[in-house]
Structure formats: structure tokens, C-alpha cells
């Protein structure tokens, strides 16, 4: 019985937070939020640099050749930090789905680029505002051309490239696309969290080519995210443990009516329910990621209980965070708003909390749990 | 990260294993009764734990000398959980042996370790522990049981209430308090009685539930022989907190219904014409309930990840009630509701009388053991080190503490 990371993994950890405490990502996450920079271009450049863009892919293609394990503790000290990077666009998404579903030209082209940095990737998926699903997708991709807008797109500034997913006769499908190509056009679109930028990308006649089965592209990008709901979920716990550390170093500090606040149970069972939400979520997280590992027949169960769990803790822990800080949480000088806002990117990018109880309850559907 | 067993830990569980096959059946998923009023249950579970005494298996972490084998966390986690897959009577010894017998195994003489802990791991006796008082819940160091000291006997009035199974106890742990001249914390000597000592009265509680698994426990002029005293005399509070440590290790998962239960009745149940499970209220909670339930089973396995490596468990275990209590009144509440009006009525179904029970046990639940609250506390303080709330209580005589009309 070993539900636990290996030595090897925690001293990766205990590194990637040493880096990332040394080049202050929450004051690089600051800046970008204050400025009109979308994303912390430096701090992504020694990122690629430690090699963690290559944690996944094989050492044929110039990575490192790890695990989803590696992988794991990297995202949930990221989001202790608010990393202003697209690591989770780059990382989780693209580069996984290269790695999954490219064939051995795509592969050889972009796995080397990835480790080098050279090439960035995101996944541009919704086109309205509501969510995308097979039925609703319009963009076109009909003679590998794209046609279309997609919206929300996470880190599509700094990206080089982009999977989307698309429509033609034969169904859904993936489609790559370089996005310096002729008949791209990229717009910022303001969002509530702006140290990770949000793009609309408009497709005029665009080539892309064909990743995955020409109409099993849905079933692709749902795998797809089930995997990456894990990394996503390590993500939320690192910044919901960051949250609650916040609150409880406050509630030490804080004084009223002459006595800490952290005295006072009303704080005390506020901050001992994020303590129960973050560890149910962590405990969760262990399970999918040994099920990521294993590619187990659990994980799409797995994966959204850990995103489930994970989207509520850091969801309590972010508001809550604000709410013992009082006047000073709702201020822009404290750092509580951060952990809010990207509890909200990181709950909305992949799909919604309800939508994430849903898919887990079809999973148990599935696998008819008694 | 995987799920086997070491080589060490495998040969063990196979030892459990083979062990229980011989000697008993596996559970064929009916929920039996288990109430010890019953005298044939009451024996049935002493022979099993006999059984299970004579070959071992009662208490396998203590020493060879009072009746164990010298077992590790790890071997007494794999017993339990092999134990668990087979229909046998458990629950009658928890106190004695989970919160009795460490108090004994620490603070009694060589002698009386060797005529009570063999026997009370043998199942022979049982064990009982007086702590709670009308006026001394959450705040269990506010007892006023009264002991005097006369010679070479304790003589003790007064009352004790939640006391499980006094009723078929032999012997019970009691604190009371020698001296409410001195601060609270300080007057308090324990001891341990003969339950059939005269003066000894117990009434049982009907609960919310309609059953009695806890009883008031009357003293008038109770004696009890100064050698029966654990501890020095005012440290009562001291011995105390060993078994109340004791006491949250053991009380755990609140069992009943649970989100499979709810799951497949609501896949079963009509609502407006369709299957409840379409119910998009439904399906949430469920959802939310299966991440409660298998972050309380992954948290488990993390504990037990650290027992199997030979460190210690981070505090983690410590969630465990206050999740498992709130969503077994959850459960209860959805599956009663289900039935929309006819919720009200009682019947044979088996899975309506669980959500029956689950919503009547449930405050019960939220109670014993560590209330919601004051293990929200513990959490506060033990866990993210939040500071104590300024006390009223301190630096006091016991007697000058307000105490209300209570």
C-alpha cells in the first residue's frame, strides 16, 4: 500500500517550489495582472529551461520521459504560486495531445519544440457563451481548411500553435493549427482573471492539419480533459492550501475586540471546513492520479471526483480567504483576489463544476458503483 | 504509487485471511441487528471474541503477556479490514478494548494488568467508561462527581450519563472529582469500578431513535479500594485525555446509508413519472456525496501509507467524523424525501428504514464522540494551530466557575 508520491517525486516538488518561491511567481502574477501583458514570458522561458514542458514527452523526441506523477506535484506547486504561465494550456492539453493522438510527422515536428519552448499550444474549443459540446460545435474544417471563431481561449497570445476542435461532413475532429498562419486573427477578450489571457481566434480560410480520426474528435477531447482534470485538480489544491495558509496566518495576526481573530470559533470552523474541503480534495487527487499513472479503467470516475472536489475546496478556500481578511480581502493591494480570480479560470477552463458533477454521476452510471 | 501489499504485510493478510474462512462466513450484504439487549446476541458476540482470543486475534497489538501478539499499526489495520468482509457480531468490546484497556495498560499495577486485560481482551468482561455528566458534555473536565477519601476507600456520589453498555458492563474507567477547592483541571482522581459495586444504579436512555445503547449511571456511596486508583491523586484529567485520544482514533466512519445506497434506490425510485436518478437536484448531490465518500476511503489509504511505511500518519484522519456524520443525515434526508409524502410512513423496505435510520441515528452521530463543533475546534487548534478562546475557567477554583442554573 503506497498512496503517496515517491522520494524522487517529493524532491521534484520541494524543487519546484524553491524555483518558484526564488523568482516570486505571486508578484510575477501581480504584474501581469496590473499591466497589459497577458502572460510572464520570462519565468515561462526558465520554466522550459528546468525541462518540466518536457516532463511527459519520451526522450526520443528530447524530453525527459516522466511520468504523470512528475507532472503532478510540478501543477499543484504552480498553482500554490499563481504561476502566470500556459503551463496548463501548453502542458496538460496540447502537448498530451500530441503525445496521444499525433502521428509520428506531427510528433517528430512539435515534441522537440515543446521541450525547447520553441513551440507553445492551447486548445480552442468554446464558440458561444455557453458550454461547447458535439452537437453545438460550428467551426469548420472541411478540406483541412478552418472556418469560424472560437472564443475564451486560454494563453492563444503567447501560444504558436493551437489544437481546435472542429466540425466537417464525417463529424468532430481535431485540428492543428499554426497559428502565424495567414487568415488567423487573434483578438484579447477581457476576463476576470487577467494574468492568464483569454483570446477570441477567428479562422478566415485557415490550413490545419487532421489530429486523431477524422470524427471521433469529441470522444478525443473528452478523454482528453478527464486526463487533464487531474493535473488541473493538483493545480486547485496547491492554491487552495496557499489560500488557507493565507487565512490562517491572518487570523493569528488580526487583532479585535483585543484578542486574535483566529480565537474566535466563527473563524475557527471557518477555516477548519476549508481544511476538511481541501483534504477530501487532496485525498482525491491522490486516487486519480495513481489512476492517471496506470491509465486504470477508473480514471474518468477518478478524475472527476478529484476535479469535483478540487473546483469546491479551492472555490471555499479563495472566497473564504477573502472573507476573514474582511475590509482588507476586498482590497486590490492583498493578494486574496488572486487566489479568486484563478480558482475561477482554473474551475471554468476544462468545464463547469456542474457540468464535472454530471459527467461523474454518467461515469457512475457506467460503471454502476454498488 | 500502487495498492499491494508488501511481501510482509500479504503473508499476513493471507494468515487473517485463511483464519476467518476456517472460522467464520463472509457477509452476504443483509444488515443484522446488533443489539446487545439481547442475550443471545450478547453471547454470540462473547464467543466470537473468545474464539478470536484463543487464537490470537483479540487484541493482536498487545503484549503476549495480557493476550496479543505484538502486532503493528499495519497488521492491526489488515486484521480490520479483513475482519470486515465476514458476518461476525462486532461493536460490544470497542470501548472496553479501543479506550479501557490502553488506560489500564498504562496507568494499572503489574497485577491488576494480569487479572483484567487477558480477561477483557478474552471477551470475559466487559468494560464500560463513566466520563460525561448531565452538566459535563463537551465540557467533560466540568464533572462534579464527587470522591472522598476515607482511609484506604474512595467513597463517590453522583451521576454519570452516555454511558454505552453500562447495562452489561463488569467494570468501568470513571473520573470524578476529589477537590472542587482547586482549579478545574486539577481536582479530578480517576479510577476504575466494579460495576456491580452496591450503590450502583444504571437507567437506560431511550433515544431519538427509540432504541437504548446508553444509559444514566447512578452513585450513592460507592465504594472503591484506593489500589483501584489510575494515576496519581489529581491527575484524573491527565489519565482522562490518554482515553479520550484513544476515543478519537476510534471513533470514525459513521456508517449507515450511504451514496450507493442513495445511487441505486434513486435509480429505482419514481419522481414525476420518471426514475429519481434524472433528477438534476439528485444527480448533484450524489456526485457530492461520492467525493465525500472516497475522500474519506483515499484519506484512509494515505494514513495507512504512512502506518505501511513505519511513519506517522499526518492529521488528516482527524476529517473523518464530522464528513461521514453531516452525509449520512444528507442521505437520510434524500432518501425520505424521495417517497415525497408517503416519506412519512414507516415500513418493511429495507432501504427506506435505512434512510430512516440514517436520518434518526444521524444526529446522534454529529454528537457522540467529539461534537461537530468541538472537533472543528480541535482542527483549528491541534491542526492549523489557531490560538485557544480566552476561558472563564482558568485560574479558578472549580466551585467559584459559573456554572449557569445547570
Request: hydrophobic share 35%; proline share 3%; aromatic share 8%.
Amino acid at each position: 500500500m503506497n498512496l503517496d508520491f515517491s522520494d524522487d517525486q517529493k524532491f521534484l516538488q520541494e524543487e519546484a517550489k524553491k524555483f518558484l518561491e526564488k523568482e516570486k511567481a505571486l508578484s510575477r502574477n501581480r504584474s501581469v495582472l496590473e499591466t497589459e501583458s497577458h502572460a510572464d514570458q520570462e519565468l515561462w522561458n526558465k520554466i522550459v529551461d528546468l525541462g518540466w514542458t518536457g516532463i511527459r514527452i519520451p526522450e526520443e523526441y528530447g524530453g525527459l520521459g516522466l511520468g504523470h506523477l512528475e507532472l503532478c506535484v510540478i501543477a499543484e506547486e504552480l498553482g500554490r504560486y499563481l504561476a502566470p504561465v500556459p503551463f496548463s494550456s501548453s502542458v496538460y492539453l496540447f502537448t498530451e495531445a500530441i503525445i496521444n493522438y499525433g502521428n509520428e510527422e506531427i510528433k517528430k515536428d512539435l515534441l522537440p519544440k515543446l521541450v525547447t519552448g520553441e513551440v507553445i499550444g492551447t486548445l480552442a474549443v468554446t464558440e458561444e457563451l455557453y458550454a461547447p459540446s458535439k452537437s453545438n460545435i460550428k467551426v469548420s474544417s472541411k478540406n483541412n481548411t478552418l472556418n469560424g471563431k472560437k472564443i475564451a481561449v486560454p494563453d492563444a497570445e503567447i501560444a504558436t500553435h493551437s489544437l481546435v476542435v472542429s466540425k466537417s461532413d464525417k463529424g468532430v475532429s481535431l485540428q492543428l493549427v499554426d497559428l502565424s498562419s495567414p487568415g488567423v486573427t487573434i483578438k484579447h477578450q477581457e476576463n476576470i482573471d487577467e494574468s492568464r489571457g483569454h483570446f477570441s481566434i477567428e479562422f478566415d480560410g485557415v490550413k490545419s492539419d487532421l489530429v486523431g480520426d477524422e470524427n471521433s474528435g469529441w470522444e478525443l477531447y473528452e478523454t482528453l480533459i478527464n486526463q487533464a482534470a487531474v493535473l488541473f485538480s493538483y493545480e486547485q489544491i496547491g492554491g487552495s492550501q496557499a489560500a488557507l495558509d493565507m487565512a490562517i496566518n491572518y487570523a493569528k495576526e488580526r487583532y479585535a475586540f483585543g484578542r486574535p481573530i483566529g480565537s474566535y470559533q466563527a473563524i475557527k470552523h471557518k477555516l477548519a471546513d476549508m481544511y476538511v474541503a481541501l483534504t477530501l480534495a487532496k485525498s482525491n487527487c491522490y486516487y486519480a492520479a495513481w489512476a492517471l499513472s496506470t491509465d486504470s479503467a477508473d480514471l474518468p470516475s477518478a478524475s472527476a471526483t478529484a476535479r469535483v472536489s478540487a473546483t469546491k475546496a479551492y472555490q471555499l478556500c479563495s472566497q473564504e480567504n477573502i472573507q476573514t481578511h474582511g475590509g482588507n480581502g476586498f482590497t486590490w493591494e492583498y493578494d486574496c483576489h488572486m487566489y479568486y480570480r484563478r480558482s475561477k479560470l482554473l474551475s471554468l477552463n476544462i468545464g463547469s463544476l456542474s457540468n464535472w458533477r454530471e459527467k461523474l454521476v454518467i461515469s457512475l452510471e457506467q460503471s454502476n458503483i454498488n | 504509487m500502487d495498492f499491494n501489499d508488501t511481501p510482509q504485510e500479504a503473508k499476513f493478510r493471507k494468515k487473517c485471511r485463511d483464519w476467518l474462512e476456517k472460522n467464520a462466513s463472509y457477509k452476504d450484504g443483509s444488515s443484522k441487528s446488533e443489539d446487545f439487549a439481547n442475550k443471545d446476541k450478547l453471547n454470540d458476540a462473547k464467543a466470537w471474541q473468545k474464539k478470536k482470543y484463543d487464537a490470537g486475534w483479540a487484541m493482536l497489538h498487545w503484549p503476549k503477556e495480557y493476550g496479543g501478539i505484538g502486532a503493528s499499526s499495519m497488521e492491526r489495520i489488515i486484521w480490520a479490514n479483513e475482519e470486515a468482509k465476514f458476518d461476525v457480531p462486532k461493536g460490544i468490546f470497542e470501548i472496553g478494548l479501543g479506550m479501557c484497556g490502553p488506560v489500564m495498560m498504562e496507568y494499572a499495577s503489574e497485577e491488576q494488568k494480569e487479572r483484567y486485560l487477558p480477561s477483557m481482551a478474552e471477551g470475559k468482561e466487559i468494560w464500560c467508561q463513566l466520563f460525561s455528566e448531565p452538566s459535563a458534555g463537551s465540557d467533560v473536565a466540568g464533572l462534579r462527581s464527587k470522591a472522598v477519601q476515607n482511609g484506604d476507600k474512595w467513597i463517590i456520589n453522583g451521576q454519570k450519563v452516555w454511558t454505552s453498555g453500562a447495562h452489561f458492563s463488569d467494570y468501568g474507567i470513571l473520573v470524578v472529582r476529589h477537590d472542587p477547592n482547586l482549579e478545574k483541571h486539577k481536582g479530578m482522581t480517576f479510577f476504575f469500578v466494579d460495576m456491580k459495586s452496591p450503590g450502583i444504579e444504571v437507567k437506560p436512555i431511550k433515544q431519538i431513535t427509540g432504541g437504548s445503547s446508553f444509559n444514566e449511571v447512578y452513585f450513592t456511596d460507592v465504594e472503591i479500594p484506593d489500589s483501584q486508583r489510575l494515576g496519581e491523586i489529581g491527575d484524573g484529567w491527565k489519565v482522562a485525555i490518554t482515553t479520550l485520544m484513544n476515543e478519537r482514533l476510534a471513533v470514525g466512519d459513521a456508517g449507515g446509508a450511504d451514496v450507493e445506497d442513495a445511487f441505486r434506490w434513486a435509480k429505482n425510485q419514481d419522481n414525476l413519472g420518471e426514475p429519481l436518478l434524472n433528477n438534476k437536484a439528485a444527480r448533484e448531490s450524489i456526485a457530492d456525496w461520492y467525493c465525500e465518500k472516497s475522500g474519506l476511503k483515499n484519506t484512509k489509504l494515505r494514513t495507512m501509507s504512512a502506518l505501511s511505511r513505519g511513519d506517522t500518519p499526518g492529521p488528516e484522519a482527524s476529517i473523518t467524523k464530522i464528513v461521514s456524520a453531516g452525509k449520512l443525515q444528507n442521505i437520510g434526508n434524500f432518501g425520505i424525501d424521495s417517497l415525497d409524502m408517503a416519506g412519512m410512513l414507516k415500513t418493511d423496505d429495507a432501504d427506506i428504514k435505512s434512510f430512516q435510520n440514517a436520518w434518526l441515528g444521524a444526529p446522534g452521530m454529529r454528537i457522540a464522540g467529539g461534537t461537530d463543533e468541538i472537533l472543528r475546534n480541535i482542527i483549528a487548534e491541534r491542526v492549523l494551530g489557531l490560538p485557544q478562546d480566552p476561558r472563564a475557567d482558568k485560574g479558578v477554583a472549580f466551585k467559584d466557575i459559573p456554572s449557569g442554573n445547570s
